[in-house]
């Protein structure tokens, strides 16, 4: 009797020591995209779509974040291990006439503790976009930063004039 109540008590106790598996759940905050709309240069109220959008990295392997999409409005990552992120923006891909133009977002970073599941989290605040200068060449006219701190994704962080 006494043999059945410890071996009982052993499982019980380690039963209460047991912990959930850590699973980050769906929905968690993690770290957020950048959200960039597209806006009409000659009526700047109004979204404008890119023909044929295609969005790359400027790295040494290239990794194309958008791929010929007709869009008003994107979303994309900013680097977290650096204080800056440089894509290229390509405007008609597969016409005759395509043009790129090489956007730098600069930023400073800070890592946010969201639980043990899910780590950290990035945020990124003073948020500034510099457009490579071509000249006349250049398809993207303006930018304006809408919200200098990306902390989540509900609303629009940049919008680009074309």
Known sequence: MLKRFLILFIIAIAFLGCTRDDICEEGAQTTPLLIITFNDIVDPTQ????????????????????????????????RN??????????????????????????????????????????????????????????????LDIETPDVVDETETHITIFH
């Not at 890119?50 to 869009?71: A, C, G, K, R, Y």
């Not at 977002?105 to 605040?125: L, M």
Request: hydrophobic content about 40%; overall charge negative.
């Open 47 to 78: 979204r404008k779509a890119v023909p044929s959008l295609t969005v790359e990295t400027l790295d040494f392997n290239s990794v194309q974040v958008i791929s010929e999409e007709t869009t008003d409005s994107i979303v994309i990552p900013l």
């Open 81 to 142: 291990s650096a204080i800056e992120t440089s894509y290229r923006f390509k405007k008609a891909v597969g016409t005759a006439s395509p043009n790129n133009d090489v956007l730098t977002f600069r930023y400073s970073t800070e890592d946010i503790y969201v639980n043990r599941a899910c780590a950290f989290k990035t945020i990124y605040h003073e948020l500034n976009a510099l457009i490579q200068d071509e000249g006349s060449a250049n398809w993207i006219l303006q």
